[in-house]
């Protein structure tokens, strides 16, 4: 068994049923891609179009793609086709494109939407009220081509734990929130995306689906 062999089945081993395994490959080579695949893995996470464009050209087909970075809109035809969530939707203007190009390939691509809780600025995602609002306008529900899955979120790249626990919680406090207010009737809302290698651990306690783990499983990204 390989290294990255041996940390898929050790992290496999502490996910409770309800919580699945992105095995995040950004600026990781096939060959390690094929390691993993070869232990069971069949879900890989990637945030460059161009790089997921080339391994999935290349790599088994009965692999999920999901697209976990900031997807431009310019750049979703692309991915269209193949890809089986779409992680951080942080506006509008993104599902719509999405939809969009979902409607041309004869499929509804499911998406998450992502919510800002760090407390440290980032360009990237809605805030809790944008949030809120943007589902009270009921604009999306004309969206044939994407389909709101759930919810994901980063903490705060910070080693204070409490604070990353804090950051979880409001997110899996705002997905019941929204599950109730706006998905009640639609079991196809039931994702929270959140966890990477330094806080999956707390990302399970506080109700995580999807951990998103990367450095832990193929070492340090060479950018
Ligand atoms: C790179 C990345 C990850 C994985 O991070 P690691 O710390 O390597 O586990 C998870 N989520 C997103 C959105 C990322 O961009």
Not at 65 to 81: D, E, M, R, S
Not at 182 to 206: K, L, Q, T, V
Request: net charge negative; hydrophobic share 35%.
């Amino acid at each position: 068994m390989t290294k990255i062999q041996q940390e898929i089945g050790k992290i496999i081993q502490e996910l409770p049923p309800q919580t699945h395994l992105v095995a995040v490959s950004k600026f990781h080579s096939t060959e390690s891609i094929l390691e993993a695949y070869d232990a069971g893995q069949r879900i890989f996470g990637e945030s460059y179009v161009k790089e997921l464009q080339q391994k999935h050209d290349v790599l088994p087909p009965d692999i999920e793609w999901h697209f976990i970075g900031h997807l431009q809109t310019n750049k979703v035809k692309y991915i269209a086709p193949y890809i089986s969530l779409i992680h951080a939707v942080d506006t509008p203007k993104l599902l719509s494109e999405i939809s969009k190009q979902g409607i041309k390939c004869n499929r509804k691509i499911p998406c998450l939407l992502e919510l800002h809780v760090a407390k440290e600025e980032t360009k990237y995602g809605f805030s809790p009220q944008e949030c809120i609002d943007y589902l009270t306008s009921g604009t999306w529900k004309d969206l044939k081509g994407a389909e709101i899955s759930g919810i994901m979120c980063m903490a705060s790249n910070v080693d204070d734990k409490e604070q990353i626990a804090r950051e979880f919680e409001e997110a899996y406090q705002f997905f019941q929130c929204v599950k109730d207010r706006f998905f009640h009737y639609n079991n196809s809302f039931c994702i929270r995306s959140w966890g990477m290698s330094d806080d999956y651990p707390i990302a399970i306690e506080h109700g995580s689906t999807f951990v998103r783990i990367g450095t832990r499983i193929f070492g340090q990204r060479k950018y």
